[in-house]
């Protein structure tokens, strides 16, 4: 698939994006990362995001969803932290019995 914008040219073929500018290779990659460049070239031209609107869109609501599955992870990380803390500040609460024997030893020396 060919796209053309004013001096800059993008051609997605499997996966593979070329963006050029004035006939000059620009960039050689991943299509996503081809259009991603191509927006940056245009300068966010409104033809181009429309035309690639649906791939953007699909990339946007996939990282979308890792980020709230990491933060759920990240919430559920701090809750088990916070109860760990809490039967750890509970635990060292408790007072502890010296040893006879080391409190004598000390007084008879």
Known sequence: MRFDYDKYAIVIENGTGTVYQDGKLMFKGD???????LLQYT???????????????MRERCRWQKDD???????????????????????SKKP???SSKNLLGKLTR
């Open 69 to 91: 599955e990491k933060a759920k992870t990240e919430k559920r990380m701090k809750e088990e932290a916070e109860k760990a803390k809490q039967s750890i500040y509970i635990q």
């Open 31 to 37: 299509g996503y990362i081809a259009i991603k460049y």
């Open 43 to 57: 300068n966010n031209a409104e033809k181009v995001k429309q035309k690639f609107d649906a791939q953007l869109s």
């Open 96 to 98: 502890k019995r010296k």
